[in-house]
């Protein structure tokens, strides 16, 4: 079976049992605060099993993108390892258990599949008696093949530290003795290549809390996981992942882009084609590279991939040319990557080109390094020196060792490791982005649906029942609320949370805010403990009251947002995506995937169009369709968002824009008023964000800016018309000052150089210096290093200056020692500046470097003088 069929085979084994196929949900669990990523087929119904969510159904199969990177260093060193797989699930929410589970995978696994049952074997939990007996007496397994693990093999989850979680039992298959022959004695169970686990049952019958106590499960189930790459290994007979067609069409042509074979280059190549699998997909969803978080694990995916590229001989960006043999082998499955594909491409390439010039500073740093340990007795690169490589310039281990011992050193790698692991442990700390309101003490008023919300038709709903109310521990003036019905909106999507009030006969209470979680609209409520009892009476009704100013002026700024991404498009192209928003009353922030700022030109033709569909007054329509049909007919989806399959709610201004959108909206797009810009900046690499205001918002803005000018004209003395040619003769008045100034400090500064080169030290027929001069700018510097270059004779030069707050540094060479390739200036002041933690570059004969670290200036001018003399003796 090649993958496709593989898939498709267990969606239809479990929808002959009765399981609702559910989509893969996001690579990004937006809903879940404990997860960077989905890292299980469970993630998207934890809610289910918690019995927080009402069940839409009892069964699903699924088939999940899922991305780890808790075995990243194993990642294409061993044959099972991988960052982005897929996961084949089925799930039981209250319905059957274990001895269904276990009976209809054997039933899949040895008749569908066919795998030969004399190589599975199964275990189970140590204390699991049901599972234990389920395979000895039901399935027959002898007693050989049902091993009992402890906890570390065979108790699962859960995923984010809180949720559902219990035994479970897995299956094995058995390679043959031959794949790990070092180890005649590996069994199931043990860390090796030869039994490959092929499917885990996870038995959920735990909800564990956040202070790590277990209790009963409110739907205990089935959560079965089988990964895909894996058991196509098994089915297609090979004994790595990396050979299956999975992979093996992708190896393929990274090979052809590295012009190297796959023979001798396993691992190299193995790593590139996996990472860019997950960059692919992760990219695609919106999450770009950044220095924390999710996007952290992305920068260092790509960082990783690169090296291994560079290993190879590559030296320009090479990733983004693999998106494409990614999309075509996933489109089918996956959709919504294709829809990724040129994000993902510009999101490569930008990245790729950031970091190769911070690989050659860290290729410059480490040479620094291993100098200094060739210098020192231990003959030993530090731990943290080796860590401060791999985490911020991106160098694997492997490669830091493999340098070293190329010249006689060693690598700390125990103190490395030190070091990694606080790393591990800071970004399990972060992985945590923010807290839910879990932990309330919840008092319930009355049962039956709740948080229905009826804000699209009425922002005034009477006779709501309060569901449930808690008090808020950190804030005791503060109590959540949970009605049958609302017409709040709960903050999501980027829109604020609606305020208003709760009124009840003559009782008035505030809610100061409202948010969403899961399927629950949580009113705030401004309320003091006395209040608590007027919550408690299940007979009391109350009048729910959205403020309706605030609403309309939130109304406008949302549907401005759909204007503005839809006017992007058409100015900037299609790869333009949501990246993230804000909708407030007052403004709106709008992030989106684009790879540099935007001129004038692009800003006002963006504002143009957006107010020539104000101007219009279209009617702004809503209706709903499956997902599937909405993205069928090319609605905008936002990326990473999970959706409703069989419903969704689609925001449609005809001829113009057409997005999945739960927020609310005006009739018409007249009702905005007005669309100003802001501003327009960058967020991170690759995200712009832009500020805009409508409305009566726009209205001040522009008297704002009135009053500015009128400020301006009053003290230049001029009129609007002639107050920008006011500025610009003041500031050729302060240009020509600031030249004076410059030619007064050359002048200074030739006197100075002067002495330095009085000092100049010679080797055999040349010269060099190294010191410190004076120089306002950095051309100053150039100029200063050009005199140095002409009466040097035959040598060169670090020169040092203090430029405002930056220390600078810059090497010359002379033409001749330049041209003979005898000394470079660009590789002499990288390896200057690198003694700092700094970084530098530019050509042979000149080349402009900064410092980090300015105290260790003074040892990166003592190494100049040792790399100028050493290079001029074998000149």
Known sequence: MNANEIRQTFIDFYQSKDHKFVKSAPLVPHDDPTLLFTSAGMVQFKDLYAGTQELPYTRAVTVQKCLRVTDIDEVGRTPRHDTFFEMLGHFSFGDYFKREAIRWNWELFTQVYGIDAARLTASVFTDDDEAYDVWRHEIGLPEEKVVRLGADDNFWGPAGGTGACGPCSELYYDLGPEVDRGRPDAKPGDDCNRFVEVGNFVFPQFDRQSDGTDRPLKHRGIDTGIGLERLAMVLQGKTSIFHTDLFGPLIQRAAEVCDQPYEGNEVALNIIADHVRALTFALGEGVLPANEGRGYVIRRLIRRAYVQGHTLGITEPFLCKLVDPVVEMMRGPYPEVAEGRERAILALENEEERFRAT???????????????????????????????????????????????????????????????????????????????????????????????????????????????????????????????????????????????????????EVVDTLRTGAEVRHIVAAAASDT????????????????????????????????????????????????????????????????????????????????????????????????????????????????????????????????????????????????????????AGTRRIEAVCGQAAIGQVQRLRQRLTDARRMLGASADEVTGKIEGLMREVSSLRKGLAKARRGEGVSHLDTLLSGAEEVGDHRFLVGSVQAGSVDELRELGDRVRQRLGSGGAVLCAEIGPKTSFLAVITDELAKAKKIRADELVRAVAGVTGGSGGGRPHMALGGAADRARVPEALEEARRLLRAALEQA
């Open 359 to 509: 690989l050659e500073q860290g290729l410059g740093r480490l040479q620094s390094i291993l100098r200094r340990a060739e210098q020192d007795a231990s003959r030993t690169v530090p731990g943290e020196e080796a860590f401060v490589l791999y985490d911020t310039y991106g160098l694997p281990l492997d490669v830091i060792r493999d340098m070293a011992h190329a010249q006689d050193l060693r690598v700390d790698e125990e103190g490395f490791g030190h070091h990694m692991a606080e790393q591990k442990e800071r970004s399990r700390a972060a992985a945590t982005f923010g807290q839910d309101t879990a932990g309330l003490e919840w008092t319930v008023v009355s049962e039956g649906e709740h948080s229905r919300f009826r804000g699209h038709e009425t922002p005034d709903v009477a006779g709501c029942r309060v569901r449930r109310f808690a008090q808020v521990p950190e804030a005791r003036d503060r109590i959540v609320v949970i009605l049958d019905s609302t017409p709040f909106y709960g903050e999501s999507g980027g829109q604020l949370g609606d305020t208003g009030e709760l009124r009840s006969n003559d009782v008035r209470l």
């Open 533 to 684: 009892a007027l919550l408690a009476d299940a007979e009391r009704t109350w009048q729910a009251r959205v403020d309706a100013e605030r609403r309309d002026a939130i109304r406008q700024h949302h549907t401005a947002t759909h204007l503005l991404q839809a006017s992007l498009r058409r100015v900037l192209g299609d790869h333009v995506a949501q990246a993230g928003s804000l909708v407030a009353p007052e403004r709106l922030r709008f992030d989106f995937t684009h790879f540099s700022a935007l001129s004038g030109a692009e800003k006002e033709e963006v504002e143009r169009i957006a107010n020539e569909m104000i101007q219009a007054n279209v009617p702004v329509e809503v209706r709903f369709s499956t997902y599937d049909d909405a993205i069928r007919e090319g609605v905008t989806a936002l990326f990473g968002e999970k959706y409703d399959a069989e419903s969704v709610r689609r925001v449609r201004i005809p001829g113009f824009s057409e997005e999945l959108c739960g927020g609310t909206h005006v009739a018409a797009t007249g009702q905005i008023g007005a669309l100003v810009i802001l501003e327009e900046s960058a967020v991170a």
